[in-house]
């Protein structure tokens, strides 16, 4: 675990006795279970140990929009508790076989009475992956308020090729999982994805993207 932002300045012999202090469980979650589902109450936040999770909304009928892929040592829940948010309005699933590491978020901010040095640091950290957070949503904003489905696909692209500083990626979701990301539809997404890839602007296999540096590259064509 010492590679979550939630423990990042704290000695690795004092994370068990943290633990311990927060009241930490282990859980394993198979592909596709839910962690949290829409409607639970809001008690617990988490830490993915391995694998990944997708955070989740659906209205009314149905239709799914992914707000967020969690990836190892990512922390979850954690907004909805702090807000106090009496239920969660979204769900969190397991996009593959996962473990992940469930704490009670009061112990969190409320120090333990030996007051430890470690279980002050944590509430600083929490702060700070709360202040990330609030940045991310703001970048994903910039995505989906895009125009047209090109201009999405190219703002999440380009912003995915900088983030790793290649041209050269994988992405974490599939094809529908894309489109539920971005909120657009499949067809008229993988149908763009095959035009810009016929112009020479990408080239992709599954969730693997090469970008190209072609001049001329507008977002307006569709």
Known sequence: MNHSKLFAGIHPQDIDSLLNCLSARRQIYEKHEFV???????????????????????????????IENLAPGDVFGEAFCCAETEIIPVSVMAGERTEVLLLDYKKILTTCPRSCQFHTKIIGNMMKILAQKNIALMQKMEHITKRTTREKLLSYLSAQAILRGTSDFDIPFNRQELADYLSVDRSAMSAELGKMKDEGLLDYSRNHFTLSRKEGLSYDKM
């Open 36 to 66: 949290f589902t829409a409607g639970d109450h809001a008690a617990l936040t988490g830490i993915v140990v391995s694998g990944s999770l997708r955070i989740l909304k659906e209205d009314y009928w149905g239709n799914r929009t992914i």
